[in-house]
């Protein structure tokens, strides 16, 4: 009974000592427990802030030039207005960027480049436009783009999603159905199988060109650091014009660079005969290129520059340069590695 009695107190002694260093200081020097406290409330501070979605007031954007030919200021007089770089909404379009890439993901790009996937199946709400093509609720044309299915649904899609627009893949629902997040729209949806390519979880997107079909001008920018991005080439550039039958805008929105040609051959309107080539071609959706000046003569020699570049819309849907500068995007945007952004 004694010895019962001993290991009873032996082991509130021992639980008392354990509760009185719970309750002693992390250290008896106050200067020393005040930085630790600093520390530890720096340390949260940075964990919220990373977790803070970025903001256009958190890019950084200078100018390091790597291609400084027919370069432009940042704002410029064009017949009896000023043009300008929209560098706030390129900000935006940055922070978007950054913001969508902070979390590991699994991309895919939706592909469906003259049908060769198969054409889409038609949207539930669809109407005819300028062009005699079906498009969907939100003007997405059905020609060249894949199939959006709302989760749940496999009988028709919604909605339709243009060909080299970015996803992130979630999950393999059905044999010949996926899952996917979007990146260059919103929203979830279930896409059959063959109209994405995977590209996979190690991709990084620090090479985006901007292209905008108000000012007529595009602009090239690298990422150099967190939030931190370096302008890399400014210039004139012409883009798509609304002509129908042939001619379309430029669309606005995120694709991926998907398919490099060093020489894009185009026909003459309205028939299957060649007319001459696009030089250094860099195609991000449908037949839209970013390319030098067009050669009306399949065997003509590269033409530099072009007096209508930075005027007005007058390509079939593509984004005209001067011949050096696609040369330099072609070389420096990798397929599959990289962004074209159109603005308005």
Excluded at 89 to 110: C, G, W
Excluded at 242 to 261: C, L
Aim: charged share 25%; aromatic share 10%; glycine share 4%.
């Amino acid at each position: 009974m004694k010895l019962y009695v001993k290991l009873i107190l032996l082991t509130c002694c021992l639980a008392g000592a354990s509760c009185n260093r719970q309750k002693e200081p992390k250290s008896s020097d106050p200067a020393e427990q005040r930085r630790l406290d600093s520390l530890e409330t720096i340390k949260k501070a940075e964990e919220e802030a990373r977790k803070k979605p970025r903001t256009a007031d958190d890019i950084e954007l200078d100018k390091d030039l790597a291609y400084d030919k027919h370069t432009l200021a940042e704002s410029y007089p064009y017949k009896d207005t000023t043009r300008i770089f929209q560098l706030d909404k390129i900000k935006e379009k940055l922070a978007f960027v950054e913001n969508f890439q902070r979390a590991p993901a699994s991309y895919v790009v939706l592909q469906n480049r003259k049908n060769q996937n198969q054409e889409a199946p038609l949207v539930k709400s669809f109407h005819r436009n300028e062009y005699t093509r079906i498009s969907d609720s939100l003007g997405t044309e059905r020609y060249q783009s894949a199939p959006l299915f709302a989760l749940g649904e496999t009988d028709r899609p919604r909605i339709y999603g243009r060909d080299g627009t970015l996803a992130k893949l979630k999950s393999s629902d059905t044999l010949d159905m996926v899952q996917v997040e979007g990146v260059s729209f919103e929203g979830a949806w279930q896409v059959p199988k063959r109209y994405i390519k995977t590209i996979g979880d190690s991709v990084a997107f620090h090479h985006v060109v901007f292209v905008d079909v108000t000012n007529q001008n595009i602009l090239t920018v690298e990422r150099t650091g967190d939030c931190k991005w370096a302008i890399k080439s400014m210039n004139p550039a012409t883009t798509g014009q609304h002509k129908p039958p042939y001619a379309q805008e430029t669309p606005t929105g995120i694709f991926v660079v998907q398919e490099k040609k060093t020489k894009m051959y185009y026909y003459k309107d309205g028939s299957t005969s060649i007319e001459g080539y696009a030089p250094y071609a860099s195609r991000f959706t449908n037949g839209a290129y970013v390319h030098g000046v067009p050669v009306n003569n399949p065997k003509g020699a590269i033409i530099e520059s072009s007096w209508s570049l930075g005027t007005t819309p007058r390509s079939h849907m593509c984004v005209r340069n001067a011949s050096s500068h696609a040369k330099f995007v072609f070389d420096w945007a990798k397929v599959f590695n990289a962004l074209v952004i159109v603005i308005e």
